[in-house]
Nanobody, 123 residues
């Protein structure tokens, strides 16, 4: 499966952005989907994951209550709605697909990755 992330940009602190991850090659409903991010000079970190059906979600503590992951399997797209953004949310955001059936925060368990989209939050 090929993944294409989009929707990044420059936003002021307190603002919102919605990221999208479009899949091609295979139906997205076959995969658990996750979002990760990597800030400059930092390791890649888990943000959120969603089950194949969309019925279960899992968030990093740092984004819980501010970010919402969702999916539209008919459109083969996963979303990350980001509200109340902080400068510490500045990073390249990646979507990833996992062939397993459980939600994971471990990047090495994901099988396919998109190219990333840059989110910059100014103070």
């Amino acid at each position: 499966v090929q993944l294409q992330a989009s929707g990044g940009g420059l936003v002021q602190a307190g603002g919102s952005l919605r990221l999208s991850c479009a899949a091609s090659g295979r139906t997205l409903s076959s995969y658990v989907m996750g979002w990760f991010r990597q800030a400059p000079e930092k390791e890649r970190e888990f943000v959120a994951a969603i089950s194949r059906s969309g019925g279960s979600t899992y968030y990093a503590d740092s984004v819980k209550g501010r970010f919402t992951i969702s999916r539209d399997n008919a459109k083969n797209t996963v979303y990350l709605q980001m509200n109340s953004l902080k400068p510490t949310d500045t990073a390249v955001y990646y979507c990833a697909a996992d062939r397993s059936s459980y939600l994971s925060a471990r990047s090495w368990e994901y099988d396919y990755w998109g190219q990333g989209t840059l989110v910059t939050v100014s103070s």
